[in-house]
């Protein structure tokens, strides 16, 4: 008995964020209300927090007959993820009775009109770990292009395994510095056109984990075609991406020298 059904109108948007989940996340609960479904989660390592939304309103079909919260071994995902493609459709169903969660996958015409595919995983107990709301008095923010950003990320991961990432009144700068002082800096600036958006009296900065931030900004840039970034000296960093579903935002920790 499916106790919950969402109907994505390309499996796109779904496909490429739990990819990107998959890759910090082992397990996590994914919750389905009547504003469509959730999670909140924080990596093993106690460095990355995740808040998931996809919204009831942007589904092509969502049928709830009861909220639930649906525990997943996202790694068992993995292998499904890569047989979607991103032009069909996805189907999300909580089959109660067989305890069981369900993937559907159908043309991008609709299931009426070709070959339906299904995967099953188990579902688990997973233990709902208290998710607590950070109160973080941001200082600047910025809008950058993903694509241009995941570049950045790239180009000093050959060079170092922590980014800075700078946010000033005059642009973004994106920095690592590796052994025997050898540097990669990408600097964002007004008149940039993969700078869309700058909100900073103040000179600020911090430092993060490349392979946190790689590991989701990869695949998010399959998504979303901007992204904006929140950070304030020495503290948390918020990612937040938007898209025709839902959101994703990333809460990364700062790295302490």
């Given amino acids: 008995m499916a106790i919950a059904r969402a109907l994505f109108p390309k499996a796109k948007e779904p496909r490429y964020v739990f990819e990107s989940?998959?890759?910090?996340?082992?397990?996590?609960?994914l919750a389905f209300t009547r504003d469509g479904i959730a999670m909140k989660?924080?990596?093993?390592?106690?460095?990355?927090?995740?808040?998931?939304?996809?919204?009831?309103?942007?589904?092509?079909?969502?049928?709830?007959?009861?909220?639930?919260?649906?525990?997943?071994?996202?790694?068992?995902?993995?292998?499904?993820?890569?047989?979607?493609?991103?032009?069909?459709?996805?189907?999300?169903?909580?089959?109660?009775?067989?305890?069981r969660f369900n993937i559907y996958v159908y043309p991008k015409k609709g299931k009426e009109v070709g070959l339906v595919r299904r995967f099953g995983v188990p579902i688990v107990e997973v233990m709902e770990?208290?998710?607590?709301?950070?109160?973080?008095?941001?200082?600047?923010?910025?809008?950058?292009?993903?694509?241009?950003?995941?570049?950045?990320?790239?180009?000093?991961k050959e060079v170092s395994d922590w980014v800075q990432i700078t946010i000033a009144p005059e642009g973004v700068t994106i920095k690592g510095v590796g052994d025997a002082g050898k540097a990669v800096e990408v600097l964002f600036e007004h008149g940039?056109?993969?700078?869309?958006?700058?909100?900073?009296?103040?000179?600020?900065?911090s430092k993060y984990s490349i392979e946190t931030i790689k590991a989701f900004a990869d695949k998010m840039?399959?998504?979303?075609?901007?992204?904006?970034?929140?950070?304030a000296n020495n503290k948390p960093a918020t990612f937040e991406?938007?898209?025709?579903?839902?959101e994703l935002k990333v809460v990364v920790a700062p790295r302490v020298d």
Avoid at 21 to 29: G, S, Y
Avoid at 241 to 246: I, L, N
């Fill in 21 to 29: 989940l998959v890759r910090l996340l082992p397990e996590a609960l």
């Fill in 41 to 99: 989660a924080i990596d093993p390592t106690k460095t990355a927090l995740f808040d998931l939304q996809f919204y009831a309103t942007g589904l092509e079909d969502y049928v709830l007959e009861e909220e639930v919260k649906v525990g997943l071994i996202f790694t068992t995902l993995k292998d499904i993820l890569k047989r979607i493609r991103a032009t069909e459709k996805l189907e999300l169903e909580v089959d109660r009775e067989r305890n």
């Fill in 129 to 156: 770990e208290e998710v607590p709301e950070l109160q973080i008095d941001y200082s600047a923010t910025a809008e950058i292009k993903t694509d241009a950003f995941v570049d950045a990320i790239n180009l000093v």
């Fill in 192 to 205: 940039d056109e993969t700078l869309l958006s700058l909100v900073a009296d103040e000179t600020v900065s």
């Fill in 221 to 231: 840039k399959s998504v979303t075609k901007s992204l904006k970034i929140r950070i």
């Fill in 241 to 246: 991406y938007y898209f025709g579903v839902g």
